[in-house]
């Protein structure tokens, strides 16, 4: 399953939980954000990994892409004057299912 593909189905799963989706692959010099959504009265930032292999795509995570998701979410809340809570989750996609981490809280 190519990153698109991965991308489209955590955004119909997302939905379905009752996120609404702001953005998608929103670029800036600190890297790209796949989804930015909103839950109830958070901005929640979310990294989508996928795969299929034997290495859990999350653990493709590490703490300078936190840190780079950081800065990047409070710049685009700054870009578009929003205000409130703010989460980063990730959402894995493989060939068994999606599983939804909500989870690195912001502020």
């Known amino acids: 399953?190519?990153?698109?593909?991965?991308?489209?189905?955590?955004?119909?799963?997302?939905?379905?939980?009752?996120?609404r989706i702001l953005e998608r692959n929103y670029r800036t010099k600190y890297g790209e954000i796949d989804i930015i959504a909103r839950c109830g009265k958070e901005t929640v930032f979310v990294e989508?990994?996928?795969g299929r292999g034997k290495v859990d795509p999350l653990e493709r995570i590490d703490?300078?892409?936190?840190?780079?998701?950081e800065k990047a979410a409070k710049l685009y809340m700054l870009q578009k004057g929003l205000k409130g809570p703010v989460r980063v989750d990730f959402v894995r996609v493989t060939p068994k299912g999606i599983d939804h981490f909500e989870g690195l809280w912001l502020g």
């Open 1 to 19: 399953m190519d990153w698109r593909a991965a991308e489209d189905l955590a955004c119909d799963f997302l939905k379905k939980k009752g996120y």
């Open 63 to 69: 703490m300078k892409k936190v840190r780079n998701i």
């Open 48 to 50: 989508v990994k996928s």
